[in-house]
T-cell receptor
């Protein structure tokens, strides 16, 4: 129940296209859903995050869509660029006092072809 | 976001020796720090959660006597890998957070190679 399932495992998109990565969860107590971007040999960087009181959040070319009833959320990268090539991780955590543990998806290796 | 540093970025050590990795939160007081390890092409695996001034909470299957964590202050946590073996070779990453915020910010990671 603590798992977050992420798909696809790898994705190749042409420059200028839309990259879509999906995640699904079981634990309805999760109330924070961040996406992280990780380049080889580097730590993950927080990209964008959403809470379940909204269905969509957009920051620049990055959009999170959230479907509470389906327990799914997705990352859309518009106008994908070669510099977006990286591994993306979705995650989820519970509400509560103090900092909460993140449960990570398995990761998606994104390649943007020029 | 928050700026987090780790030192060293890379370390090679001989089997049987101990290695200490430092994690520093540079621009806010981190009440909670997390330590992860990551194997090539895999996701992040949480090892332990540490709160300033108290003992770390280890995840199931993580040996607390092998991976010693000290959260000495609100800006510094250390992970010591004791009696390292080649199977401990991995990418170790810390993250920082604080009460009443959801965000976790990660350090750049430390590549440990045990020969």
């Amino acid at each position: 129940q603590q798992q977050v399932k992420q798909s696809p495992q790898s994705l190749i998109v042409q420059k200028g296209g839309i990259s879509i990565i999906n995640c699904a969860y079981e634990n309805t107590a999760f109330d924070y859903f961040p996406w992280y971007q990780q380049f080889p040999g580097k730590g993950p960087a927080l990209l964008i995050a959403i809470r379940p009181d909204v269905s969509e959040k957009k920051e620049g070319r990055f959009t999170i869509s959230f479907n509470k009833s389906a327990k799914q959320f997705s990352l859309h990268i518009m106008d994908s660029q070669p510099g977006d090539s990286a591994t993306y991780f979705c995650a989820a955590s519970n509400r509560g006092q103090g900092a909460q543990k993140l449960v990570f998806g398995q990761g998606t290796r994104l390649t943007i072809n020029p | 976001g928050a700026v987090v540093s780790q030192h060293p970025s890379r370390v090679i050590c001989k089997s049987g020796t101990s290695v200490k990795i430092e994690c520093r939160s540079l621009d806010f007081q981190a009440t909670t720090m997390f330590w992860y390890r990551q194997f090539p092409k895999q996701s992040l695996m949480l090892m332990a959660t540490s709160n300033e001034g108290s003992k770390a909470t280890y995840e199931q299957g993580v040996e607390k006597d092998k991976f010693l964590i000290n959260h000495a202050s609100l800006t510094l946590s250390t992970l010591t890998v004791t009696s390292a073996h080649p199977e401990d070779s991995s990418f170790y990453i810390c993250s920082v957070s604080r009460d009443r915020i959801y965000e976790q910010y990660f350090g750049p990671g430390t590549r440990l190679t045990v020969t």
